[in-house]
C-alpha cells in the first residue's frame, strides 16, 4: 500500500457572514498518497480552494475550521502559528493563481528563494544563493545566474509562475497545492507550467494537489481526481474511471457540457449554484440533478464505493451506467 | 459578395505609449493590430482566437469604432464607417451591439434590470414605455418578467450575461461582436449560454463576431474563425478545416496546447510545446512574427514577412513553411 502524505477527515470550515454563519467546507474527507498527481475540482464557492487554506492554515482565526488533517501522521488542525509556520514551506506548500501578487516587487527574484531556503534551513548566504540558481534551472528559467538578479517586474508571467513553483518546492516539500496555477496564463504557457509541476513532481517525488475548474488539465496530469460540490466530496477515482464511466449526476453533468468536437448541441447542467449560507437540504445537488428522488431531499450521502469509483449518491446503485462522454 | 454584411480591410491599430526613461522622453507604439483583413457574411459567425496581446479584442472594438483605426476601413452593410460622424455613427451602433466579458462590470449596480435593457431604447430614441419590450427580451434570454424590477447584484454570473445580451438585443442588430462572453462563466453555466446564443442567432439571423482564448467553444459556436498572433491573423477559414488541418505552426501549435477532457487521448497525444512567451507587440520580429517560437523558421522567416495564401483544405494561412 501506498503512504498516505496528508490525510483530511470530515473537515469542516465555517464563515460568519450578515446573512449569518456559512458552511462552505461540510466534512470532507481526502486522502493523498505520497508522490501522486491529486486533481480536485469544482466551481466556483464548491470549497476547493478553502479547504486547503484551512489545511495550511492560512485562514483567519475567527473562521471556523473543525475536523483532522495530519501530515505525515501530525495533526494540523488546532496547531499552534509557531509550529505552522514550521511546517509552511518544509513540508507543504502552495502556490496560487497570480503569481505576481506572490512576489514581492521590490526584492531580487534571487533573494526571494533564498529567504524560503534560509527560514527553513542553516545554510550560509554564498550556499542559498547557489541552491537558489539551482531551483530557477530546474523550472526552466534559461540563464539563472542572470535572471536570479533580476526584479518580478523583468519576468513574464509564465517566468513568474516559474519562479513561485522553484520558492515551494524550495525545501522539498512533502506536498505542493496548486490552486489555479495556470489560470491566469495563455494556454500555450499553460502547457509549458503544467509541464513543470509534473517535472517536479517526478524528480523529487513530491505529491501534488492541483485545483483547478479545469476538467483537460486534470486529464492531462492528474493520477486521481477529487470531484467537489457545495463544499462536499461528491466522487473520487482514478481519472481512467472518472472520465470513462462518471457515476455521480453532476460529474455527468459537468463532463457533458463541455464542447466535443462536431456541432451536437451542449447540455447545461440546470438551475444554478446553491447559496452556501442556505444550502438545500439532503443532497446539495438534487434541485438541478435529473435522477432526484425524495430520498435525496433528506439524506445527505456520504462517498461509497461504487465500482471502481468513491460516489455521494444514494442512487448510484439504481442509475443508467453512463456513456462515455468523448 | 451580396450577402457580405461586415467587411474588415487592412484594419491597423498602433497605441502610443508614453515612456520616460531618465531625462529623455521617447514615444512607443504598441502595433496591436497589424493588417487584419477580414469579413462576416449575413447570419454567420466568425470566430476571433488568440493569446492574450494578439489584438482581438482591440479588432473587435475597432469594429464598432469604441477605440478609433489609426488606418484601414471597416464596412457595414456596404458603408465605410470609417467617414461616418459621430451622430451617423451613433444611429449605425443600432444595427450593431456588443457584450462583454465581465458580467459584474458591464451592468450599472445602481439601476434596475429593466431600466438597464431598456437604455438603448431610449438613447436611440424609440418611442413608447419599452415595458413590453423589456419583457420581451428578458423572455427572449431566458429570464422572468418579474427580474425587470430587480438589481445585478441579484443574479448570478451567468443570469447577468443574459441580461447583457437582452440589452444587446433591445435594438435588433445584424451584428453582435461577443467579447470573451463565456470566459467568466463556471462550466456548467457555459454551455447554457452558448446554446442561447445559437438559438438567438436561428430564431433572429444576426451574425456574430465571438472573441475568445477557448479554443473548443469556438470550434462548437464558430462558422469560421480567424486565429491572430502579434496583431496580426495567420490562419483564416472554415472552422472544420482550421481545426482539422491547421496550416499555420502557430495554430498547430495552439491546438495541441489545449489540454482534452479525456485521459486517454492526452497520454498518446503528439503534444508540440512551444518556447517562451508572446515577444512584445512594441517591438514585434522582423518578418513572421511568430519565428521567434517557432520549430520551422529558416532565415527567410526573419527577413520576409509571409502573406495569407490558400492551402489545399480551403483556408488561407500566412506561412512560408506551411504545414500540411
New interface residues.
Given amino acids: 500500500m501506498t503512504e498516505k502524505v496528508l490525510e483530511i477527515r470530515d473537515l469542516h470550515v465555517t464563515f460568519d457572514t450578515p446573512s449569518g454563519p456559512l458552511e462552505a467546507v461540510r466534512g470532507i474527507d481526502l486522502d493523498v498518497e505520497a508522490g501522486e498527481l491529486l486533481g480536485v475540482v469544482g ?2 464557492g464548491s470549497g476547493k480552494s478553502v479547504s486547503f487554506l484551512a489545511t495550511m492554515g492560512l485562514l483567519p482565526a475567527r473562521v471556523r475550521v473543525t475536523g483532522s488533517v495530519l501530515l505525515a501522521g501530525e495533526q494540523l488542525i488546532g496547531a499552534s502559528n509557531k509550529y505552522m509556520r514550521s511546517v509552511r514551506g518544509r513540508l507543504l506548500s502552495m502556490i496560487f493563481q497570480d503569481p505576481l501578487s506572490a512576489l514581492n516587487p521590490v526584492h531580487r527574484i534571487g533573494d526571494q528563494i533564498s529567504e524560503m531556503l534560509q527560514s527553513h534551513q542553516s545554510l550560509s548566504s554564498r550556499d542559498a544563493a547557489k541552491r537558489a540558481m539551482e531551483l530557477l534551472d530546474i523550472v526552466g528559467i534559461p540563464q539563472p545566474s542572470d535572471r536570479a538578479r533580476q526584479y518580478p517586474h523583468e519576468f ?4 513568474r509562475q516559474r519562479v513561485i513553483i522553484a520558492i515551494a518546492i524550495a525545501n522539498n516539500p512533502k506536498v505542493l497545492i496548486a490552486d489555479e496555477p495556470t489560470t491566469a496564463l ?7 507550467i ?2 513543470v509541476i509534473e517535472r517536479v513532481q517526478d524528480r523529487f517525488g513530491t505529491a501534488v494537489v492541483l485545483i483547478t ?8 496530469v492528474a493520477d486521481r481526481v477529487n470531484v467537489m460540490y457545495a463544499g462536499r466530496n461528491v466522487e473520487q477515482g482514478t ?2 474511471n472518472l ?1 470513462d464511466h462518471p457515476s455521480h449526476p453532476y460529474t455527468r ?3 457533458a ?5 462536431g ?1 451536437q ?5 440546470t438551475g ?2 446553491p447559496n452556501m449560507v442556505k444550502p438545500p437540504r439532503g443532497c446539495a445537488f438534487h434541485p438541478r440533478c435529473d435522477f432526484a428522488a425524495d430520498i435525496c431531499k433528506s439524506e445527505m450521502p456520504n462517498l461509497v464505493s461504487y465500482g471502481n469509483l468513491q460516489t455521494a449518491c444514494v442512487r448510484a446503485r439504481e442509475l443508467p451506467k453512463s456513456e462515455r ?2 | 459578395m451580396s450577402d457580405e454584411l461586415l467587411k474588415v480591410t487592412n484594419l491597423v491599430k498602433n497605441f502610443e505609449l508614453r515612456v520616460d526613461k531618465g531625462a529623455r522622453r521617447r514615444k512607443r507604439i504598441v502595433q496591436a493590430v497589424t493588417n487584419v483583413s477580414f469579413s462576416v457574411a449575413k447570419g454567420q459567425t466568425l470566430g476571433l482566437v488568440g493569446e492574450s496581446g494578439s489584438g482581438k479584442t482591440t479588432v473587435g472594438r475597432c469594429i464598432l469604432r469604441l477605440i478609433e483605426p489609426t488606418s484601414g476601413s471597416v464596412e457595414f452593410e456596404g458603408q465605410e464607417l470609417g467617414s461616418l460622424k459621430f451622430e451617423e455613427m451613433r444611429a449605425l451602433r443600432r444595427k450593431m451591439q456588443i457584450v462583454f466579458q465581465d458580467p459584474f462590470a458591464s451592468l450599472d449596480p445602481k439601476m434596475t434590470v429593466g431600466a438597464s435593457i431598456s437604455e438603448p431604447l431610449i438613447v436611440q430614441g424609440v418611442p413608447g414605455d419599452h415595458a413590453d419590450k423589456v419583457l420581451e427580451l428578458l423572455e427572449l434570454v431566458g429570464l422572468s418578467a418579474d427580474h425587470a424590477q430587480r438589481f445585478p447584484h441579484e443574479f448570478s454570473g451567468g443570469q447577468r450575461q443574459r441580461i447583457g445580451v437582452a440589452r444587446a438585443l433591445a435594438l435588433n442588430p445584424a451584428l453582435i461582436v461577443l467579447d470573451e462572453p463565456v470566459s467568466a462563466l463556471d462550466v456548467s453555466i457555459q454551455a447554457g449560454v452558448v446554446n442561447l446564443f445559437e438559438d438567438l442567432q436561428s430564431r433572429l439571423g444576426m451574425s456574430y463576431v465571438f472573441i475568445a482564448h477557448d479554443l473548443s467553444v469556438v470550434r462548437h459556436i464558430a462558422d469560421r474563425v480567424a486565429v491572430m498572433y502579434l496583431g496580426k491573423i495567420v490562419e483564416i477559414g472554415d472552422q472544420e478545416a482550421v481545426y482539422a488541418n491547421p496550416t499555420h505552426p502557430y495554430t498547430k501549435a495552439l491546438l495541441s496546447a489545449v489540454p482534452l477532457p479525456d485521459p486517454k487521448t492526452e497520454r498518446t497525444r503528439n503534444r508540440i510545446m512551444l518556447e517562451g512567451d508572446v515577444p512584445s507587440p512594441v517591438n514585434p520580429p522582423s518578418g513572421c512574427r511568430f519565428r521567434t517560437r517557432c520549430w520551422k523558421a529558416q532565415d527567410v522567416c526573419a527577413q520576409e514577412e509571409p502573406m495569407l495564401a490558400v492551402r489545399p483544405s480551403g483556408q488561407m494561412s500566412a506561412c512560408h513553411f506551411p504545414e500540411s
Fill in positions: 466551481e466556483s513574464s508571467g509564465g517566468m495563455d494556454v500555450t504557457v499553460q502547457a509549458q503544467l509541464e475548474h479545469d476538467l483537460g488539465v486534470i486529464a492531462r481519472i481512467d472520465f453533468g459537468l463532463l457540457s463541455l464542447p466535443r468536437p456541432k448541441r451542449l447540455k447545461p447542467i444554478f449554484p462522454f468523448v
